[in-house]
C-alpha cells in the first residue's frame, strides 16, 4: 500500500528522483524524427516544464533538451516510477471512489512491461499507441485519480490532465480525447511535430484509453476473423491442414500465432525483432520458432499433411517467407498456404511498424535515425516485393485480406500493384477485414465486450467466464441460425481462452456479443458481485470494433459501398464501469484518431 501512496502523492520534486535514463533491459521505442526547428524545440522545453516549477528548471531543462534531440520526444525518463507497474488488486489504491481505482488499475496494466511493448516510452502496442505523452503527465494523472470523488470528473487532453472538475455522481469519472487535429494538419509530418511539441497524442484504439487487456483481446478477433474467412473463402468450418501467414508478433500481432490454433489451421508467422519472438514463444503462445526458412517450409508441409493445428514462429522477414512459398509454388506447384494476411504496423512504415527486407533488424534501425529519407525509399522498395509476391500466391488460389494496418494503402503509396479495376478510391485488390469478413458480424450488433476482474484473482475470472458462457448458452437457444452462429463461436473462444492461458496483465476476458448479450452478461456479473460470488468489482468496456466504430477511409474501412466512406461521426467507445450491486457507474472514454 506504501508504494502505491506513492505514486498517488504527486510529482516527485524533493528530491528530484535519480536520471537512471533508459533501461537497456526493456524495448524501447524507434528513434522519432520530428525535424524541429530551434524556436520549435524551445516551444517544446517550455511546453515539458510547465509540469514543473522554475526552481527545477535548470536542471531538468538542458536533460528534457537531450531527450528532445537524442529521441525525438521529452519522455522524462527521470520520472519513470521504479515501482513495478501492474494491475494491482483495486483495493490496494488509495481512493476516495472505487470509480477511480479502477482507472488506476486500468492505466497500471497498460503500463505493465508485460503487457506494454516499449514501456519506458509509454507505448502500449502498435509502436505508438501512448498512455501518455510523458512521465510527468502520469504523476499528476495518479494524484487526480486518487483525490477524486464521486462529484468531479477528470478530463485528459491527448495525454495532459486538465484538471478535476466539478460534476454529478451520475457524471462520466473520467472524460478523454486524443489527437483532436483540424484535418488540414492532420499530415504525418504535422502530426509528428504536435507529438514532440507535448500538444497532440496518438492513443490507439486502448492505450490512451486506458483499457487495453493485453493481446488476447486480439487472439480473440483473430480467431473469429480466421474462422470467418475460412467460411468466407474457403466454404468451410473445419481449417484443419489450412495454412495461415502473416507477420508481427508485437503488442496486438503477437496474438496472431495463439489465434490460429484456437481456430484449428496452421499459423506461420514472421517476425524480425527476435525479442518479442522469444517472449511469445515463452509464454506458449508459438509453439515452435526457426530461423531456418528450409525448416520453415519443411514444418509446413508435415503439418499440412497431418492436419496438425501449428503455430510457428519464422525470424526473418516476411517478405523473404512470401518470395520462398511462391518459388516452392513455382518449383512444385505445391500451393503451401490458403489464408494471409500482414500485421505489421503500417500505420507507422517509417518509424519502426514495418522493416524493409533488405536490410537486417539492426541496420534498419540504424537508417532509420540516420537518413530517414533513404529509409523511406528502402521500404517501399521492400513493399512492392512485398506485394509482387502476395499477387502471385493470389492468383494461384491464395485468399488475402487487408487486416486494418494501412498494409494495402502504403503499398499503394509505394507503387505497388494494388489497384482494383474499376474501383472507388477507397478500394483495393484485396478487400479490408472489416469490409468483407467482420463486417457481416458487426451487421448482426455484435461487437468487443471486455471486463477485468479488479480483484486480481484468478478464480473470479474463471466465474465471470462461467457466467458469460451460460448467458449465451441460454440466448442463443432461440436465437436465429446466423446469430446462434455467433453466440457458439464465443461460447467456444470461453471456454479455450481458458485452457489456453490468455491472460497477460490484468484477469481479463473478452468476447463478441450483440446488446442483449452484454446486457444480460452484466446483470449477471453484477449479480455474481452482490452474491459475494465474485469477490470485487469488475470493470466492462467496449473496444472500437462495435456496430459504431472505427471507419478510416484507408485504415480499417468498411469501404461501405452507397459512397459514404468518407463521412463519419464521432469515433468514440462508451466504457461502462460496474463498481458494485449498489452504484454501477459509467466512465466515456472518445477516442479520435487524427
Known amino acids: 500500500m506504501s508504494n502505491l501512496k506513492e ?5 516527485p520534486l524533493d528530491p528530484l528522483p535519480l536520471n537512471r535514463g533508459r533501461d537497456p533491459n526493456v524495448p524501447h ?6 525535424n524541429l526547428t530551434a524556436e520549435e524545440e524551445r516551444l517544446a522545453l517550455r ?5 514543473f516549477p522554475p526552481s527545477h528548471h535548470a536542471t531538468l531543462a538542458s536533460e528534457f533538451a537531450q531527450e528532445l534531440r537524442q529521441y525525438g520526444h521529452i519522455y522524462m ?12 488488486p483495486i483495493d490496494q489504491y ?13 492505466i497500471m496494466n497498460n503500463l505493465d512491461p508485460a503487457v506494454a511493448q516499449f514501456p519506458q516510452e509509454l507505448v502500449t502496442y502498435g509502436g505508438n499507441g501512448q498512455v501518455f505523452s510523458n512521465w510527468a503527465q502520469y504523476w499528476l494523472v495518479m494524484h487526480y485519480l486518487s483525490e477524486m470523488t464521486e462529484e468531479q470528473t477528470l478530463v485528459m487532453y ?29 499530415s504525418r509530418d504535422q502530426y509528428e511535430k504536435m507529438f514532440a511539441l507535448g500538444v497532440s497524442m496518438y492513443g490507439q484504439m486502448t492505450a490512451g484509453s486506458y483499457c487495453y487487456i493485453g493481446p488476447q483481446g486480439i487472439v480473440h478477433g483473430t480467431m473469429l476473423t480466421v474462422l470467418n474467412a475460412g467460411r468466407r473463402y474457403l466454404g468451410s468450418d473445419d481449417l484443419s491442414g489450412r495454412v495461415f501467414v502473416t507477420s508481427g508478433l508485437g503488442g496486438m500481432s503477437g496474438a496472431q500465432a495463439k489465434a490460429a490454433v484456437i481456430a484449428g489451421c496452421i499459423g506461420v508467422i514472421a517476425e524480425v525483432d527476435e525479442a518479442p519472438l522469444r517472449k511469445r514463444h515463452e509464454q506458449g503462445w508459438l509453439m515452435e520458432v526457426t530461423s531456418s526458412m528450409e525448416h520453415c517450409i519443411k514444418r509446413i508441409r508435415e503439418a499440412k499433411s497431418s492436419k496438425t493445428p501449428l503455430s510457428l514462429g519464422y525470424h526473418g522477414n516476411i517478405v523473404d517467407l512470401w518470395e520462398k512459398l511462391l518459388q516452392e509454388f513455382e518449383r512444385t506447384g505445391d500451393l503451401l498456404v490458403d489464408l494471409g494476411s500482414d500485421q505489421t504496423s503500417l500505420h507507422n512504415p517509417y518509424n519502426g511498424g514495418y522493416y524493409p527486407v533488405q536490410l537486417s533488424f539492426r541496420q534498419a534501425n540504424q537508417l532509420m535515425s540516420t537518413d530517414h529519407n533513404r529509409f523511406k525509399t528502402v521500404v517501399q522498395e521492400s513493399l512492392r516485393r512485398h506485394i509482387k509476391a502476395i499477387n502471385k500466391l493470389s492468383d494461384a488460389g491464395m485468399f488475402f485480406w487487408d487486416y486494418g494496418n494501412a498494409f494495402l494503402l502504403e503499398a ?21 477485414y472489416v469490409q468483407h469478413i467482420m463486417g457481416d458480424i458487426f451487421s448482426l450488433g455484435f461487437g468487443p465486450f471486455r471486463w477485468v476482474c479488479t480483484s486480481g484473482d484468478a478464480q473470479d475470472l474463471a466465474v465471470t467466464d462461467d457466467i458469460a458462457a451460460t448467458v449465451l448458452g441460454d440466448i442463443s437457444a432461440n436465437a436465429t441460425d446466423r446469430i446462434r452462429q455467433q453466440y457458439n463461436d464465443n461460447i467456444r473462444w470461453i471456454r479455450e481462452a481458458g485452457k489456453h492461458k490468455m491472460v497477460v496483465g490484468s484477469q481479463a476476458r473478452i468476447l463478441y456479443s450483440d446488446q442483449r448479450g452484454r446486457v444480460s452478461i452484466a446483470l449477471a456479473i453484477n449479480q455474481a458481485i452482490a452474491d459475494g460470488r465474485v469477490s470485487a468489482p469488475v470493470v466492462i468496456s467496449r473496444d472500437h470494433h462495435d456496430v459504431s466504430g472505427t471507419d478510416s477511409p484507408f485504415r480499417e474501412t468498411s469501404n461501405v459501398y452507397d459512397g459514404s466512406a468518407f463521412c463519419a461521426g464521432l469515433y468514440n467507445s462508451l466504457r461502462n464501469c460496474n463498481a458494485t450491486k449498489d452504484f454501477p457507474r459509467q466512465f466515456i472514454m472518445a477516442t479520435c484518431l487524427f
Open 47 to 51: 511546453n515539458a516544464l510547465r509540469y
Open 158 to 186: 491527448s495525454g495532459h490532465p486538465m484538471g478535476l472538475f466539478p460534476s454529478l455522481p451520475s457524471s462520466p469519472r473520467a472524460i478523454i480525447t486524443n489527437g483532436m487535429v483540424i484535418p488540414n494538419y492532420s
Open 29 to 34: 521505442a524507434p528513434i522519432r524524427t520530428p
Open 94 to 106: 488509495p481512493c476516495r471512489t472505487r470509480q477511480a481505482a479502477s482507472i488506476m488499475l486500468m
Open 77 to 88: 525518463y527521470r520520472f519513470c516510477p521504479t515501482l513495478h507497474l501492474r494491475a494491482y
Open 412 to 432: 499503394q503509396r509505394a507503387g505497388a500493384e494494388v489497384e482494383k479495376a474499376g474501383g472507388g478510391a477507397t478500394e483495393f485488390r484485396y478487400p479490408s
Open 7 to 11: 505514486i498517488c502523492s504527486g510529482l
